[in-house]
């Protein structure tokens, strides 16, 4: 066990959203209603709408309608699509969402140019079908399922695809739920969430019955700027720390990798870090994920302006391009730097984070 004199319980930043939508379908399900009620306790109002649309007013001004967007919640009902699971490599076998969105404003955000529509984040009322949608993927993945490194994972599920869902869970419970369900699960099975936020005090007391894995999206702390809204490095640690304290299984997710100026020195430092964090947990299953930073065209145009005068380096030029299975273009580091950074983080994982697994490298 940890030692009780140690205080470990960052500091959180909590997400308060301006406003909230739901609508008549998602207040239907219990869940829906339960959102509402919690958020209703907590002072928030909630704006009941008329139909199952969810739109926010006109605005002439890009800036201030990715404003109003960021600082929205909306309550709803997940499309079908969302519970015909699909394969998300290189993290997981399937990939579940329980909302899609994120309040937090980081200046390399994935989602962007993925999203369909204003920033809004939204969250999915009716649990009970995204849960009965797993049952028929269990054994069916091809990233851990048939994997020889990776198998004793059995079959994952990835919960951070399209949100982050630690950044939410006081609003809505759904993580809490779904870490239970997992818990009472008895099927080969793990669920995977990444999170850059720390407040992990709701799945602490969970039943998680060691089926679920919790990882801290971390960058050195210089990088910062880069992630606006979103909980101190040193606090995601000690969250994580706290996870592994009570038997999750935990991990390190580095993303995006920054090949900016001084890239050893500021890494170096993050894996000292969590090398000390980690230090002397009990039954540590530690796992690292290294994503290198990436962007598209239409990433790109997104993020330019969404947050103008931003001095993330996103210069096509300083890259290669890199097709997807999909046809589309990515714009990654040449291979000379690739194989710097790939060689520099297998080094110092290996050194000061002997204990680590790593699952890739992309």
């Not at 919640?73 to 579940?96: F, M, N, T, Y």
């Not at 720390?241 to 920054?258: E, F, K, N, Q």
């Not at 290198?292 to 290669?320: C, E, I, N, Q």
């Amino acid at each position: 066990m940890a030692d009780p004199a140690i205080d470990r319980s960052p500091a959180t930043r909590l997400w308060t959203p301006k406003r909230v939508l739901v609508t008549p379908a998602a207040l239907g399900w219990e869940h829906g209603a339960a959102m509402v009620d919690r958020l209703e306790q907590l002072g928030i109002p909630v704006q009941r709408l008329s139909s199952n649309q969810v739109r926010l007013p006109a605005q002439d001004d890009e800036r201030r309608a990715y404003a109003e967007a960021k600082q929205t919640l909306a309550i709803v009902v997940a499309p079908p699509s969302k519970l015909r699971l699909q394969p998300i490599a290189p993290s997981a076998d399937w990939r579940v969402d329980l909302a899609e969105g994120c309040p937090a404003h980081c200046a390399y955000c994935y989602l962007a140019g993925s999203l369909k529509g204003p920033p809004i984040t939204r969250v999915y009322a009716n649990l009970p079908e995204i849960f009965a949608a797993l049952e028929a993927h269990v054994g069916k993945g091809r990233i851990t399922s048939r994997s020889a490194m990776r198998a004793h994972e059995g079959t994952t599920f990835e919960a951070s695809c399209y949100t982050d869902p630690l950044a939410i869970e006081h609003l809505t419970g759904s993580l809490s739920a779904l870490v239970r369900h997992f818990g009472l699960w008895e099927a080969d099975v793990q669920l995977r969430f990444t999170s850059k936020f720390a407040d992990v005090e709701p799945l602490l007391g969970l039943n998680h019955g060691r089926r679920t894995r919790m990882r801290a999206s971390v960058n050195p702390v210089g990088y910062a700027r880069f992630e606006g809204g979103t909980d101190k490095v040193a606090d995601r640690l000690r969250a994580l720390r706290r996870m592994a304290d009570v038997g999750y299984r935990v991990g390190l997710t580095i993303a995006p990798i920054i090949a900016a100026e001084g890239w050893r020195e500021a890494y170096g430092e993050l894996l000292d870090q969590a090398a000390e964090a980690l230090n002397g947990a009990p039954d540590l299953d530690l796992t690292v994920e290294l994503i290198t930073h990436r962007f598209t065209a239409g990433s790109k145009a997104v993020l330019d302006r969404w947050y103008p005068g931003s001095s993330l380096p996103m210069d096509p030029a300083g890259r290669v391009e890199k097709r997807t299975k999909f046809g589309s273009v990515k714009y990654v580091y040449t291979p000379e730097t690739m194989a710097e950074l790939k060689n520099f983080f297998h080094e110092r994982i290996a050194a000061v984070l002997p204990a680590a697994r790593i699952l890739y490298w992309t």
